[in-house]
């Protein structure tokens, strides 16, 4: 198996017939398979997957019975996964899961000891300036060039991948995989992709203000944590 697109899915019942259908011309592509991580949903995902997976080839799911965070869900994807390379992207269609095509494409032309992120456009005005003020934090504080740190896909190598050692569970995982990525000197690719809004239902984080505080709360914290380990 070449490649695995992880996709964590929480109470995304409603986005799941779209999203397949995305994956689809993906999942077409020999050697290519999409885990669906069910990560503890209440709604009910386990059913649609159960009714639509039969439909699309190359598509698969996985379920944590309790929702332990979206790292904790993308990590039991990856380890549940094929594939030589692995990704991951969101459920709600705000990104396209066919963006990963072009992902592998710089995997074929520099080969797989690399990292590969998207590049956010078309963001609304607000969220840009709380991605760059973030951008800057992290760059400053962790002596690396981390920028627009949550855009996906995100994409590397199985080799890279059993490298990390207590990956975080929640939304530091883009972080740390980041940051994971810069230490190891692996060269970092980006590519634009196009963020759209929400085909269905509301960010799980992304709601207001107070859960963007909570959010940068627990980002500060892990930077925090790893700046320790770096002057340590």
Known sequence: MRFSLVIPCYNEAANLPLLLERC?????????????VDNGSTDNTAEVLQNLLPLYPGCRSI??????????????GLKAANGE????????????????????????????????????????????VFTVGMSVFETLLLARPMWDINAQPTMFSRRFFESWVNPPDDFSLD???????????????????????RAHGVSHWNVNWTAKRKFIRRTIDFSLQLKKNISS
């Open 24 to 36: 689809k011309k993906l999942a077409d592509q020999p050697g290519v398979e999409v885990v669906l």
């Open 63 to 76: 379920r944590v019975e309790k929702n332990q965070g979206y790292g904790f869900g993308i990590v039991s």
């Open 85 to 128: 390379i692995l990704a991951w992207t969101h459920a709600d269609m705000q990104t396209d899961p066919q963006d990963a095509l072009h992902g592998l494409d710089l995997f074929e032309k520099h080969g797989d000891d690399i990292f590969v992120k998207g590049r956010r456009y078309g963001r609304p005005f607000m969220d840009v």
């Open 175 to 197: 972080l740390y995989a980041y940051y994971q990525a810069q230490s190891c000197s692996l060269m970092v690719h980006r590519f634009p992709v196009k963020f759209s809004e």
